[in-house]
């Protein structure tokens, strides 16, 4: 019995399947060298706060003898003695069980710094630097530590990108919802390459949505579409330092618990040169705010309470500000969210480094079937074009920049 063969696509599919193709492999090869350094520092900044307590001790605390909400009076009390301090910025709350409070300080030299404070006793443990761990990969990671009207867009546009890639990789992957449980096949480089790349791709779809679309919020956001911020208009500087101000922190506190019993706090800012108020941020019942977005004003000098905001009273543009963050990074539920964002994160790297890979062991194959790997980066290289000077400058400017955080000063 005879064997019906399928019929061919028409040729006008298989041309346009082909342009799909070369638009995939264009976005994800000729800013590849920048693109994975974004996810990459992107993925490190999840676990950023992680990597400041693997490399300063000062940051540790014994899980054991912390437990319930750290003593905020006990805290500040001792802040405001450390020598050397000209202003208190920020205290905030633990990142985990086992971390000190993070008081961010102003020293008299006008440069930033961290105070490490037992959650507990009160104690400060030690100092941390402002450029730490978490500064440099996030202030890379936002904008290549270049200013922020010129950095955040440059690394915001990148989420096009990411845009592109995702709607292409539809008509490439050829029924790709198939592709979930199929393993990596052992037969040579470019064959496991390209079954890597498609498995990280169907299993990482979600994710590279939820960053293209965050990314594209904070893109519109730098254009003008910036959600304001709740504050007060003008509250009279409270004169004297941090002692001084340190003596009105717990009637502000009291008054600030009067005002919102429900707030878990989260950050409370200091009095600065132009404003005399404590703002005490935290959390309530809304999902997937930032701090700010639940706060008590409180002035200083009488210890009333100017002002309460509640997350469920933003508008539209600020509810969707204020998700940005969480969802970008996943802080939202604690290390249940930030360790599968690292890993999901992780992934989106590999896929920007499988896809060049993949395009380099395709051009380096021999006509023998033989898929040497000699040589293959060096195609994948010139197989950027001039492209690649432009993501090669933009990834040495963020680290050359570095210098200039050390001379940051309030």
């Known amino acids: 019995m005879a064997t ?16 799909w193709w070369h638009v995939h492999q264009w976005v994800g090869l000729k800013l590849a060298l920048f693109t994975s350094f974004v996810f990459l520092t992107g993925t490190l900044a999840v676990l950023s706060s992680e990597i400041d307590w693997l490399l300063q001790p000062s940051l540790r605390v014994a899980p054991a ?10 805290i500040v009390a001792s802040a405001a003695r450390y020598p050397g301090i000209q202003r208190i910025q920020l205290v905030e709350t633990p990142t985990a069980s086992a971390f000190a409070v993070k008081v961010t300080v102003i020293w008299k030299d006008r440069h930033y710094g961290f105070l490490h404070v037992h959650p507990t006793t009160g104690e400060v443990q030690g100092t941390g630097p402002w450029v730490g761990a978490q500064r440099i990969l996030r202030n890379m990671h936002r904008h290549l530590n270049m200013p922020g009207w010129i950095g955040i867009p440059i690394v915001t546009a990148v989420s096009f990108l990411l845009m592109i890639s995702l709607v292409t990789s539809f008509v490439v ?4 919802w198939r592709g979930f449980l199929k393993a990596p096949r052992r037969r040579g480089a470019r064959t496991w390459w390209g079954d890597f790349h498609r498995l990280a791709g169907v299993w990482s779809l979600w994710f590279v949505a939820l ?13 003008g579409a910036d959600a304001p911020v709740p504050s007060l208009s003008k509250v009279a500087p409270y004169p004297g330092g941090p002692t001084t101000i340190g003596r009105r922190f717990a009637a502000s506190l009291a008054a600030a618990r009067a005002a ?7 950050t409370i800012r200091f009095p600065t040169e132009t404003s005399g108020a404590f703002v005490f941020g935290g959390q309530k019942s809304a999902l997937l705010v930032r701090p700010r977005a639940n706060a008590v004003w ?7 309470a100017l002002a309460v905001y509640h997350a469920e009273d933003l508008n539209l543009n600020q509810r969707i ?3 940005a963050d969480p969802l970008h990074f996943g802080t939202f539920g604690g290390y249940w969210t930030k360790l599968p964002w690292f890993l999901f994160g992780a992934l989106l790297t590999a896929l920007s480094v499988s896809g060049v890979a993949i395009y380099a062991l395709r051009l380096s194959r021999p006509a023998n079937g033989v898929e040497p790997e000699q040589g293959a980066w060096r195609l994948a290289w010139f197989g950027m074009g001039a492209w690649r000077w432009l993501a090669l400058a933009l990834v040495a400017a963020a680290f050359l920049l ?9």
């Open 211 to 223: 960053i293209a679309l965050t990314g594209f919020w904070y893109f519109v956001e730098k254009l």
């Open 298 to 304: 409180v002035e200083a000098a009488n210890a009333e």
């Open 65 to 74: 003898g912390v437990g319930g909400e750290p003593d905020w009076e006990k």
């Open 321 to 323: 500000s204020e998700m």
């Open 4 to 19: 019906r063969s399928l019929p061919a696509r028409p040729l006008s599919s298989r041309k346009t399947s082909r342009i």
């Open 402 to 410: 570095i210098p200039a955080l050390l001379l940051e000063v309030a």
């Open 173 to 176: 992957y050829k029924k790709w």
């Open 260 to 266: 919102d019993p429900d707030l878990r706090l989260e």
